[in-house]
C-alpha cells in the first residue's frame, strides 16, 4: 500500500480557513478587497462594515476618501464581478466612505 505524500501545510490551512470564514458579504468583500481595488488603496483604506448591500469603508485620509467616492461605481462593479457569479444577485450596491484610520475599529 502507498500513502501519498504529505500536503503542504499552507494548502491544508487555506482550504479550512475557506471552510470557516463566514458567509457574509463583509466576509467576501473583505477577502476580495485587495484584489479590486489594487495594492495602493487596499493600504489606504478597508471595508469595515455592511448593511443592506451598501459597505462603508474607512480611509486614511481625505484625499483618498474622496478619490474612493470617485471610483464609486467602479469600485461596485468589480466586487461585483468578483463576489458574484453567473444568474447570482448583485451583492453590494453602493459604497459609503468614512475618514478614520481602518486599523483603529
Known sequence: MR????RRLGIALADVSRSLAPATTLAGVQARWPEAVGPAVADEAEPVSEREGVVTVACRSAVWAQELDLLGPDLVARL???LGGP???DP???LRVVVGDPRRR
Open 3 to 6: 500513502r501519498p505524500a504529505p
Open 80 to 82: 461585483n464581478d468578483l
Open 87 to 89: 444568474g447570482k444577485r
Open 92 to 94: 453590494v450596491r453602493a
